[in-house]
């Protein structure tokens, strides 16, 4: 079956490491996002990518990296710099251009800081 | 920017009834798609229905309808005959039509469906 896969669900971090999430989609879709969800905030675009080897700043990019080295992949990491990274990660994936096709979303990551 | 809100962070309707959940958006684009997505205690993003801009006609699912009032730059979600499954998180969102930035969410409004 076709879908976005993120790994682990839940992930505890200490304070000053980094950590990696995954997100790995067999879609076929050239585009990929990351969003940060809080209570009461909705949504917010962390970083999102139109192709391999390319991406870009989303609302929310401080203390966040991201790669993009397969169509298939797009890992966001956590550095030590995001000063409050306690929320709910979601990965997406959807196609560009102008088919206008809603995004398709992974199950979610909840990362604690301990 | 384009910008998109949601004014009823929660709403509550009796089973069976109808309810109407509130979107605006600002946008100087006349070129773009939306959609409500819902969001149940999964956490699971589950997309509700699509509405393009340039269509007058206005999008309908089964239970779930819109009424797209371009001018107005409005967006609402009419859900009928509500069901306890219907509850959860709804949240309203803005393409462009280009698509190449990703979706822009509202808040949210956290529907309960009263049995």
């Known amino acids: 079956d076709g879908g976005i896969t993120q790994s682990p669900k839940y992930l505890f971090r200490k304070e000053g490491q980094n950590v990696t999430l995954s997100c790995e989609q067999n879609?076929?879709?050239?585009?990929m996002y990351w969003y940060r969800q809080d209570p009461g905030q909705g949504l917010r675009l962390i970083y999102y990518?139109?192709?391999?080897?390319?991406?870009q700043k989303g609302d929310i990019a401080e203390g966040y990296s991201v790669s993009r080295e397969k169509k298939e992949s797009f890992p966001l990491t956590v550095t030590s710099a995001q000063k409050n990274p306690t929320a709910f990660y979601l990965c997406?994936?959807?196609?560009?251009?102008?088919?206008?096709?809603?995004?398709?979303f992974g199950q979610g990551t909840r990362l604690t800081v301990v | 920017a384009q910008t998109v809100t949601q004014s009823q962070p929660e709403m509550s309707v009796q089973e069976a009834e109808t309810v109407t959940l509130s979107c605006t958006y600002d946008?100087?684009?006349?070129?773009?798609?939306l959609f409500w997505y819902k969001q149940p205690p999964s956490r699971q993003m589950i997309l509700v229905i699509r509405?393009?801009?340039?269509?007058?006609q206005n999008a309908t699912e089964n239970r779930f309808s819109v009424n797209f009032q371009k001018a107005a730059k409005s967006f609402s979600l009419k859900i009928s005959d509500s069901q306890l499954g219907d509850a959860a998180m709804y949240f309203c969102?803005?393409?462009?039509?280009?698509?190449?930035?990703?979706?822009?969410f509202g808040k949210g409004t956290h529907l309960i469906i009263q049995p």
């Open positions: 946008t100087s684009e006349s070129d773009y798609y």
């Open positions: 509405q393009e801009a340039y269509k007058q």
């Open positions: 990518s139109q192709i391999v080897n390319d991406f």
């Open positions: 969102a803005y393409r462009s039509a280009g698509g190449a930035d990703g979706l822009t």
């Open positions: 879609l076929n879709h050239d585009a």
């Open positions: 997406a994936s959807g196609i560009t251009g102008g088919a206008g096709t809603e995004a398709f």
